[in-house]
């Protein structure tokens, strides 16, 4: 009825998909030492041109079972280093598994403050970008123990829910209350 109470609110905001992509850069760097004997972080354009492959990697791996990354001329010679490697999703999930482990205790950290058991969650949206990586969706289907909604565009919904935050605090709103909490512990410290 327009009401909306906040029951916990947890997360890492040093969390996101540009830590999936980065332990994809990762391990192409480590592959690229590995194959050609060159450490690539002295080189940022090289690094540069692997994040760029890595986030499409990234999302190439989201409907793609494996994908391959070729990058020639790499590192300028002579001769010349080219990168060439194929990246399997089951690899890519072995390469994010602690970031993924990171999630869970969040979730599960907000299930406990709001005194709350998956069963008594009607519905779970996910929200931004990284959420469309399958590993993320099944661990969230695992955690709470249904499918989450996958109706809602997870960049979109973020963008909706500001924008109706937005509207109420402006006071252009006002038949939708917020009742937030406070995500961290607030006070004030007073001498003697």
Known sequence: EGVFEVKATNGDTHIGGVDLTQAIVNYLGE???RCEGIDL????????????AAEQAKCDLSSQAEVSIDLPYLVPGPPPKHLNCTLSRSHFEKLTASIRQSIVKCCERVLYDSGLIPEQIDNVVLVGAATRTPSI????????????????DPIETVALGAALNA???????????LLDVTPLSVGIMTKG
């Open 31 to 33: 592959e690229f030492k």
């Open 41 to 52: 972080s002295a080189h940022p354009e090289a690094i540069s041109r692997m994040t760029e």
């Open 137 to 152: 969706i099944s661990m969230a289907r695992k955690i709470f123990g249904k499918e989450p909604l996958r109706s809602l």
């Open 167 to 177: 509207e109420v605090l402006a006071g252009k709103l006002e038949d939708l209350l």
